[in-house]
DNA sequence: CCACGTTGTGTTTTT
DNA sequence: CACAACGTGG
């Protein structure tokens, strides 16, 4: 407890009654959790499973559990410690009786669920033009978040032709999940909350189990999240919540800002708390960030400060293209292992959008400097994993024929349109789900009239689930694998990314088997099929990233949240990516985008670069880009301008790429750089020719601007 | 029924 | 450019 300063021991100490903790970045929020947590147990004799402790990531919960074992000799396994989703499912899992699906739910992740939608989409036969299906799912989603079902939509919304088609599609949505027995991430929470509303003794029952509640970067919790937590504890009023308002940055996922603002409105004699001592930043990089936040309206008054002094500057780098940022930053990093002999290890690039990952990527393998992606295509979300994820779901989870559909001719088995549609046709007259209409084929006697592909394919259904029940699950894996040869068809293949793909698989019985032996010993039983299941869809690729390899990590600013490193690149600082285009019309936005900017400064302990380019690929054309508009509030004697000119760069500028269709001079009838002119577009330049004749499609610069690509047909020559 | 080629379409952030 | 959806020939 000496290593605490005093507000963090008020923290620890003060465990009756509502207490929020302001806790500015890097003020040591988590010690203060993890401490708490101890107390309470160690020192008060509260039963472990009377708390409630709530993460943002279940990288975070992990880390909890490690600590309260390996500092406090702390038991954890009946410790409720996780995310809000990971917490709902195993609340719904137990309740499954006041629930209108079983406990073998599936949990859709959101490609699963997007093609749910498609799926109703197509059968109400909805135009996706005029609907177009992300903003239809972004909608619903939010109607989730805000506790607002199918059946109460026009309750909370106005009536009118576009909000009558979500109306219909939600409705239809739903129908869909529940005949396949499965829930997407939104209605975790959702299920979760009106479990509560809708029955008191439940409410109840977790006001009595959970003595104490916790809750971790409250700033980003939405509705649902807020309600949750208040029905449990707003009877015995012990609730600590901690977070950010400054760091508040998800709230396009239906987070509210106003649930830490209002926290003192919603629970009685709320006692607050500021943590505002930074132990992790130098003084330099952390004024550097107050500068920016500072220019926030909605936020707590607050003065976050540090007194680590460092001769050390924050840099900002003005460069040519992405390229030359990806080499910039790459040299940086060997100069410092070269000069100062610091390892990759607590060295992090930081960017607005996933896609601005690549460049790095390629330079870095040039260059041999040992990198790893954390986050973007989720290892579970790769097509290889996600088809033996099917097989293993159907097992246990019959109903859920989207699963079951996606395998069923893959591998191609000869079960095709017609043959599946007769199956779907089998499963309706007798009222059975497709799983059973299939598995039950060898025993009927009509049977002849499938062919015997199909019978086999119903054979081997039969025999996995025995299976599934029976053996373990990394057995499992291998026999559906080995039955289906899809193992062997990858390992056989001369594709290199079907090569990739076996390595996928061998990887994923990897963690089968790592899941299988961590489990048991945090349970001390054996896992079934179903507890693997929840645990990879709601596994994040954050929670088992090695931050211990010695390699520098790329990740989103979003994924960077609760993390620190010694070294840290900002990068792509243009307007339009941050603040992204998106974001530019709204100013609750462009605030947001603002924080996420202060959350990546705020991340670094010693060294922060800040880049920017001149131009930008995007799509196909390098454009020119403009600084960010947040550079220049930037107080500028705290860092460091440095100028592209005093950096020796080799890579070539702009190179023009070959284009395909290459024609020759003498079948041309537009060149590169005539004068045309076009009836509406009025008078450009033509910049590209592709095809030959009248039809050619000309790349044409108009004067007023615009970029247009127009047939040969309909310009004219001046 | 399937493999392959062509056309069209669209990019924020994630549990 | 990168990927998904569609269409065609085997």
Redesign the pocket.
């Known amino acids: 407890m000496e290593e605490l300063n005093p507000e963090q021991l008020k923290v620890v100490t003060t465990t009756e009654g509502a207490l929020l903790v302001l806790a500015g970045a890097g003020s040591g929020k988590t010690k203060s959790i993890i401490f708490r947590t101890a107390y309470l147990i160690n020192h008060l004799k509260v039963r472990p499973w009377n708390l409630l402790v709530v993460t943002?990531?279940?990288k975070a919960a992990k880390e909890l559990k490690n600590r309260l074992e390996n500092t406090f000799n702390i038991y954890t396994h009946n410790l409720w410690i996780g995310?809000?989703?990971?917490i709902c499912t195993r609340i719904l899992r137990r309740e499954k009786d006041f629930l209108p699906f079983n406990a073998n739910f599936s949990i859709y992740?959101?490609a699963d669920?997007?093609?749910v939608f498609?799926k109703v989409f197509k059968a109400l036969d909805i135009d996706?033009?005029r609907f177009?299906i992300?903003q239809v799912i972004?909608n619903i989603?939010k109607q989730k978040n805000s506790l607002i079902r199918a059946e109460d939509f026009f309750l909370f919304n106005e009536q009118n032709y576009y909000t009558e088609i979500v109306e219909k599609v939600y409705r239809q949505y739903q129908k869909t999940l529940l005949e396949n027995n499965s829930l997407?991430?939104?209605d975790?929470?959702l299920f979760t909350a009106f479990l509560f509303d809708e029955n008191e003794s439940l409410i109840e029952k977790y006001a009595n189990l959970f003595k104490y509640v916790m809750v971790d970067e409250y700033q980003d919790t939405n509705y649902a999240q807020f309600k949750i937590i208040n029905y449990i504890a707003k009877r015995h009023g012990n609730i600590c919540v901690v977070g950010d308002d400054d760091q508040a940055?998800?709230s396009?996922?239906g987070a509210n800002i106003k649930n830490i603002l209002n926290f003192e409105k919603d629970y009685k004699n709320v006692v607050k708390i500021k943590l505002e001592q930074n132990y992790r930043s130098t003084e330099n990089i952390l004024n550097l960030a107050n500068s920016l936040i500072q220019n926030n309206s909605q936020r707590f008054e607050k003065n976050l400060w540090s007194n680590i002094k460092s001769n050390l500057m924050p840099d900002l780098m003005v460069v040519e293209n992405e390229h030359d940022e990806a080499k910039f930053v790459a040299d940086e990093l060997l100069k410092l292992k070269l000069e100062e002999n610091i390892n990759f290890v607590n060295s992090v690039i930081l960017y607005?959008?996933?896609?601005?990952s690549?460049v790095f990527e390629k330079i870095f393998v040039n260059k041999n400097i040992k990198y790893q992606i954390v986050?973007?295509v989720?290892f579970y979300q790769r097509?290889e994993i996600k088809d033996i994820i099917a097989y293993l779901r159907i097992l246990v989870n019959p109903q859920d024929n989207e699963s079951l559909l996606r395998i069923i001719?893959f591998?191609?088995?000869?079960?095709?349109?017609?043959?599946?549609q007769r199956l779907l046709d089998r499963a309706v007259a007798l009222e059975i789900n497709l799983f059973t209409a299939i598995s039950s084929l060898p025993k009927e006697k009509d049977s002849k009239q499938f062919s015997p592909k199909i019978i086999k394919f119903a054979e081997q259904l039969s025999s996995w689930q025995i299976i599934s029940k029976e053996n373990t699950i990394i057995y499992l894996i291998e026999q559906i694998l080995a039955d289906t040869g899809i193992l062997k068809k990858y390992e056989n293949s001369d594709d290199i990314q079907d090569i990739s793909r076996s390595e996928n698989l061998y990887e994923f019985m990897t963690a089968a088997s790592e899941f299988t032996e961590q489990f048991e010993e945090d349970f001390q039983r054996k896992p079934e099929l179903s507890d693997f299941l929840q645990s990879i869809t709601?596994h994040?690729?954050?929670?088992s990233y090695n931050e211990n390899a010695d390699s520098v990590k790329l990740?989103?600013?979003?994924?960077a949240k609760g993390l620190e490193f010694e070294n840290v690149f900002v990068v792509g600082l243009e307007d339009g990516l941050l603040p992204?285009?998106?974001?530019l019309e709204n100013d609750n936005?462009m605030e947001?985008?603002r924080r996420?900017l202060y959350v990546a400064i705020t991340r670094a302990k010693k060294r922060l670069v800040l880049t920017y380019t001149r131009f930008r690929?995007?799509?196909?054309f390098a454009e020119p880009t403009f600084p960010s508009r947040f550079l220049s509030e930037l107080d500028e004697k705290y860092i460091n301008k440095i100028s592209a000119h005093f950096y020796d760069f080799q890579a070539p500028r702009h190179k023009q790429?070959a284009k395909k269709n290459v024609v020759l001079e003498s079948k041309k009838c537009f060149r590169i750089g005539q004068t045309v002119n076009h009836i509406k577009f009025g008078k450009g330049k033509i910049l590209s020719v592709e095809g030959d004749g009248k039809e050619a499609k000309l790349t044409i610069s108009f004067s007023t601007g615009m970029l247009k690509k127009i047939m040969g047909n309909f310009i004219e020559l001046i």
């Not at 995310?83 to 990971?86: L, R």
């Not at 994040?540 to 929670?543: C, I, P, V």
């Not at 690929?617 to 196909?620: E, H, K, L, T």
């Open positions: 943002f990531t279940n995310t809000f989703h990971s992740d959101a669920q997007k093609n498609k996706t033009k177009p992300n972004n989603s997407d991430f939104d975790l929470l940055i998800y396009w996922r607005r959008t996933n896609a601005q690549r986050g973007g989720n097509k001719n591998p191609t088995r000869g079960i095709g349109k017609k043959t599946e709601l994040t690729d954050l929670d990740m989103t600013m979003h994924n992204h285009s998106r974001s936005a947001e985008e996420l690929r995007i799509y196909d790429r």
